[in-house]
């Protein structure tokens, strides 16, 4: 169980799902927890990117790119 999971869960259930288009991106598969399913389920496109090595990075980009989103937040930290 990760402890993000366990902190974000609700706060994804806020969002307006007729005015907003919510986009979840992970770095790893679901690790099954009741935490991430909940997430899960709050999002309306929900993407597991490739690993960050071996271009994943740039194919990262790509998706998010493709996506054409107006807001971004990044909640691990790979912002460099």
Same mark, same amino acid.
């Given at each position: @169980?990760?402890?993000? #999971?366990?902190?974000?869960?609700? *706060? ?8 907003? +288009? ?15 399913? @909940?997430?899960?389920? #709050?999002?309306?496109?929900?993407? *597991? ?8 990075? +740039? ?22």
């Amino acid at each position: @169980r990760h402890p993000l #999971a366990f902190l974000m869960q609700h *706060v994804f259930d806020f969002h307006h799902p007729h005015r907003f +288009e919510l986009y979840l991106y992970s770095t790893e598969e679901s690790d099954g927890s009741p935490e991430v399913e @909940r997430i899960r389920q #709050a999002a309306n496109h929900w993407t *597991v990117l490739p690993p960050a090595s071996n271009k994943g990075q +740039e194919t990262w980009a790509e998706t998010i790119l493709k996506d054409d989103l107006d807001i971004l937040i990044d909640l691990c930290g790979y912002t460099g």
